[in-house]
T-cell receptor
């Protein structure tokens, strides 16, 4: 069974800091990994998708890396802003070794607070 | 273009009643997922549909839960004889394919069973 863990559970930083959010997964036979953002009371907004064959993806101030063999991904946020405050979720697609499994398995998220 | 649309956005129901939650995926997306997010918990997989293939129902928590997808588009999640523990946000997502494509989520339906 695929399990996804996100560390830290919560993070509070001053505005302008660079920060790293971590995600690990137990079964490396994944199709892709996706990072989402969730604001309170809202749905999920997709930030970045990394295919299993890729090492990283970048979008603006966000950079996500993937080390499939070690079961790890990081989300790097540069020059953080108060508007970045949200819960960040990592999800892996697949991972049932020896069988097809397309469901997204989510971590519990990292609650980020960027203080002005 | 329109994103994933879910209705209603909020639903309050009495224990024991049946409820139906609706999801309109992005046009052309063949894969559709339902997830549940309980207060303070992570997202729990319920079911996915892919085209005309048999759905993966492995995440449905009990036989009170069922889902269908008509014409490969709109999906309805039905919860029969609701219980208080069914209270949660129910999220729907769609993607062009199951693998190697980005999943897009709706805003969710907040279900409260009283």
């Amino acid at each position: 069974k695929q399990e996804v863990t996100q560390i830290p559970a919560a993070l509070s930083v001053p505005e302008g800091e660079n920060l790293v959010l971590n995600c690990s997964f137990t079964d490396s036979a994944i199709y892709n990994l996706q990072w989402f953002r969730q604001d309170p009371g809202k749905g999920l907004t997709s930030l970045l998708l990394i295919q299993s064959s890729q090492r990283e993806q970048t979008s603006g101030r966000l950079n996500a890396s993937l080390d499939k063999s070690s079961g790890r991904s990081t989300l790097y946020i540069a020059a953080s802003q108060p508007g970045d405050s949200a819960t960040y979720l990592c999800a892996v697609n697949g991972g049932l070794s020896g069988g097809s499994n397309y469901k997204l398995t989510f971590g519990k998220g990292t609650l980020l607070t960027v203080n002005p | 273009g329109a994103g994933v649309s879910q209705s209603p956005s909020n639903k309050v129901t009495e224990k024991g009643k049946d409820v139906e939650l609706r999801c309109d995926p992005i046009s052309g997306h063949t894969a559709l997922y339902w997830y549940r997010q309980s207060l303070g918990q992570g997202l729990e997989f319920l079911i996915y549909f892919q085209g005309n293939s048999a759905p993966d129902k492995s995440g449905l928590p009990s036989d009170r839960f069922s889902a269908e997808r008509t014409g490969g588009s709109v999906s309805t999640l039905t919860i029969q004889r609701t219980q208080q523990e069914d209270s949660a946000v129910y999220l729907c997502a769609s993607s062009p394919l199951l693998e190697n494509t980005e999943a897009f989520f709706g805003q969710g339906t907040r279900l409260t069973v009283v």
